[in-house]
């Protein structure tokens, strides 16, 4: 079955410190998609980033950057020079497309990232 | 622009007594979905759409139930809610499903008396 593991349940920064999100995955597809989102305290997620198992290159967006190791199964979110506005939880989640029986789409638990001034 | 509008933001109702949520979305995506979230969890699937083809989740409860007359709309009825069930309830759209973003709603917080 699989499984998305955000081992960070909290983390606070210091605005303009670079913070590290985790995160490990599980799957026995060799085909699946890796997502990061961002839930503000108002409630919306938001989507941030999308990236398919056979792409292993690092991604770089303005703050923020993904780093997706398929030797450790993992696809970890960086902030660099965090803002208070950075402030929320941040999920990471899996899917491995269809299956015979609903949609397989999994979050991790999230990670809650506080961003001191 | 709000592309996927949930109504309302706030809802409460009686222990027992039906309830019903709404989603619409001006995406024209194929798929809608409607997830559960609980405090300090990460939101559960509860069922989605594709198209008119309704797909539940193996362990969502039967008292939750789901209506999408047309592309725009989706509905997610609870008929007997318990206290259990109070909880922030979350619209999604994509495109199609498995490999596609899915674009959520603000969500409505479901409170239970």
């Known amino acids: 079955a699989q499984k998305v593991t955000q081992a960070q349940t909290e983390i606070s920064v210091v605005e303009k410190e670079d913070v590290t999100l985790d995160c490990v995955y599980e799957?026995?597809?060799?085909?699946?998609?890796l997502f990061w989102y961002k839930q503000p305290p108002s409630g919306e997620l938001v989507f941030l980033i999308r990236?398919?198992?056979?792409?292993?290159q690092n991604e770089i967006s303005g703050r923020y950057s993904w780093n997706f190791q398929k030797s450790t199964s993992s696809f970890n979110f960086t902030i660099t020079a965090s803002q208070v506005v950075d402030s929320a939880v941040y999920f990471c989640a899996l899917s491995e497309g269809l299956t015979n029986y609903g949609q397989n789409f999994v979050f991790g638990p999230g990670t809650r990232l506080s961003v001191l001034p | 622009d709000a592309m996927v509008i949930q109504n309302p933001r706030y809802q409460v109702t009686q222990f027992g007594k039906p309830v019903t949520l709404s989603c619409s979305q001006t995406l024209n995506h194929n798929v809608m979905y409607w997830y559960q979230q609980k405090s300090s969890q990460a939101p559960k699937l509860l069922f989605h759409?594709?198209?008119?083809?309704?797909?539940n989740e193996a362990d969502t409860p039967d008292n939750f139930q789901s209506r999408r007359p047309n592309t725009s709309f989706c509905f997610l009825d609870i008929r007997s809610p318990g206290l259990g069930d109070a909880a922030m309830y979350l619209c999604a759209t994509s495109i199609s499903r498995g490999n596609q973003p899915q674009h959520f709603g603000d969500g409505t917080r479901l409170s239970i008396l």
């Open positions: 759409y594709y198209d008119k083809d309704f797909n």
């Open positions: 990236r398919n198992s056979f792409d292993e």
């Open positions: 799957t026995r597809d060799t085909t699946y998609y």
